[in-house]
């Protein structure tokens, strides 16, 4: 085998391990799911009734999916960093460290693995969106369009989490990173509210968030609304962000160490 | 490996700010031995075998395990050493046998052949009825075989075994040495760091004392306690026995005047006399009266004091003297 393939094995025994765990320890998964199902549950009925959304979404649930299911992919690096913290302190990273494996092996699994968590949150997300009266106004091609942005903007965050997971002292300090990051960028942005109702200031941050630019760019492939530049900024924001953290995180995991 | 030596460094230095973890190291290990890297905490030994292993680079000097240079053949090196550190590196979530799996594939053996070598490692451990089990509801002791066991996936001809026993109970410090000792047997060099002192003297065939990132003894376990002197005699004396008629009778026997702390009596043993046979016969012939009398080794303890002027910073079990002195009744 040459070197490339001995990369794409290292990287997928590597991610088969990360999902194997989730089965078996399926308190991170709920959690995972659990939490964004209340937030559609807890907008949808709770907040929806006062939120008045333009016209061209339909109702509030429409305008609410979107924006949701973009939170959740955000979210999607958590396995990751709480993995790799854990990792670490258990000293697993050592061991791979000394081992003939691919460098680029360990990182890659785990951001390979968010992917299919988060697609497999998309469908659940989606399932119950579907059951709280979202529709799509859109072709299996666009809904597919939607899926692969997401999931770039979920693989993008994961290595943002992976900087996380190397950097914190502990998995739940790395937790705590990924949620003062990652609370204000979404409720500050187009994903839950419309930016024309929030103050000046607010309002230009929030345009130029971007979690806006995805949410944006899912709706307008799912409800057929203007897409602007939305669909091509939501992958240059993507790309963007991996060109940032893959850098940092690849660099902290050459030199991590457990004490 | 051309090389008679599987392990060698020079000059190895490491520091971390104002740290100097490693203060210039020299190390050579002949293949098919036991390196026993003694020190307390924070003496640097972990710190070399992270720079052996390839974890970290050192600041300055080299290091060769077997025959490829620690950084530039880096890449190489991995797949000729195995390493166990001291947090028992298993992942939790898997089984046994796939923790053994994992590790097979990442060395690059293929599916089947890792299956296979994870199969006879889990048996050879005395795991084989626990593989197909999480490794989360292992034990401490099982565990520590686990990741020793994981060590040895790729029969690498390096081992690097970083405080291989620290919390474990004693019955599974005692498994765990056998397997050491076993594994030793069929030829592997074996790198090992221990904060325990009969540890390396049971295991090691040279030691190397580390202290404040400096090597400040080597040699056999022999050789280090030589420098501390041979045997010597401890006699508890019974109630009203006379102290000088005793230091009297002994004294032929001993290399320096016995000395008299208390009701005890200590005499350097001086090789060749009789041992303690003798001292028991010439306290009975002077007519002294004894509750006890034995005979003590001197312990890696003992070495430890005098080349550092402290003890080393360890937990001794309750009785531990006792494993080392030869009782006798009287």
Redesign the interface.
């Known amino acids: 085998?040459s070197a490339l393939q001995?990369a794409a094995?290292?990287t997928l025994?590597?991610a088969k391990?990360n999902l194997?765990?989730i089965p078996?320890?399926p308190d991170l998964l709920i959690g995972y799911t659990v939490q964004p199902i209340m937030f559609v549950l807890l907008f949808v009925y709770v907040f929806g009734g006062a939120i008045n959304v333009p016209p061209e979404f339909g109702d509030y649930t429409d305008f609410l999916m979107p924006g949701i299911v973009v939170q959740t992919m955000s979210f999607g690096g958590f396995v990751t960093a709480i993995g790799l913290s854990e990792d670490l302190?258990?000293?697993?990273i050592?061991?791979?460290?000394?081992?003939?494996?691919a460098r680029s092996?360990v990182l890659g699994g785990r951001t390979l693995s968010d992917i299919a968590l988060n697609l497999l949150s998309i469908v659940i997300m989606m399932g119950v969106g579907l059951l709280v009266g979202f529709t799509f106004d859109a072709n299996v091609l666009e809904i597919l369009a939607g899926v692969g942005i997401l999931l770039l903007f979920g693989y993008a965050w994961s290595w943002f989490f992976a900087t996380a997971g190397l950097t914190a002292s502990s998995s739940e300090s790395a937790q705590a990173i990924g949620f003062i990051v990652i609370f204000p960028l979404t409720f500050a942005s187009s994903a839950f509210v419309p930016p024309e109702s929030m103050p000046a200031g607010l309002q230009e941050f929030a345009e130029a968030n971007p979690f806006s630019t995805i949410t944006d760019a899912i709706r307008s492939l799912w409800l057929d609304t203007p897409a602007h530049s939305d669909i091509w900024m939501s992958v240059v924001w993507s790309v963007a962000l991996i060109a940032v953290f893959a850098p940092i995180a690849t660099s902290r995991y050459r030199k991590a160490?457990?004490? | 490996m051309s090389s008679e030596y599987a392990i060698e460094a020079e000059g190895l230095e490491k520091s971390y700010g104002d740290v100097h973890a490693l203060a210039g190291i020299d190390l050579r290990v002949r293949r098919g031995s036991v390196l026993g890297l003694l020190g307390p905490n924070g003496a640097g030994k972990t710190t070399a075998v992270r720079i052996l292993t390839t974890l970290l680079p050192p600041d300055s000097g080299w290091a060769r395990v077997a025959g490829l240079d620690v950084v530039d053949d880096a890449a190489a090196l991995r797949s000729q050493i195995g390493l166990a550190g001291q947090y028992a590196a298993v992942d939790e979530n898997l089984t046994g046998a796939e923790n053994l799996e994992l590790v097979g594939r990442l060395y690059h053996l293929g599916k089947a052949r890792s299956k296979e070598r994870a199969r006879e490692l889990l048996e050879r451990f005395e795991l084989d009825e626990a593989a197909d089990r999480l490794a989360r509801t292992y034990s401490g002791g099982m565990r520590r075989r686990l990741d020793l066991a994981a060590a040895l996936v790729a029969a690498p001809p390096v081992i690097f075994l970083d405080e291989p026993t620290t919390g474990l109970d004693p019955r599974s410090r005692a498994n765990l040495l056998e397997t050491i000792e076993r594994r030793v047997a069929e030829g592997t060099t074996v790198l090992l760091t221990t904060q325990t002192l009969d540890e390396a003297d049971r295991l090691a065939d040279t030691i190397s004392v580390i202290d404040h990132g400096k090597v400040i003894a080597e040699g056999t376990p022999d050789q280090l306690k030589g420098r501390v002197g041979g045997e010597r005699l401890e006699v508890t004396l019974a109630e009203g026995a006379d102290r000088e008629t005793a230091i009297e009778a002994l004294a032929p026997l001993a290399d320096e005047r016995p000395a008299c702390d208390g009701g005890i009596l200590k005499a350097p043993l001086r090789h060749g006399n009789g041992g303690i046979a003798e001292a028991v016969r010439r306290l009975d012939r002077a007519d002294v009266g004894i509750d006890d009398i034995a005979l003590r080794r001197p312990t890696l303890d003992d070495v430890f004091i005098s080349l550092t002027g402290h003890a080393a910073e360890h937990e001794k079990p309750e009785g531990q003297e006792e494993d080392v002195a030869e009782e006798v009744a009287v």
């Open positions: 085998m001995y094995s290292d025994v590597l391990r194997s765990r078996r320890a302190r258990k000293g697993l050592d061991r791979f460290r000394s081992l003939p494996m092996a160490t457990n004490r």
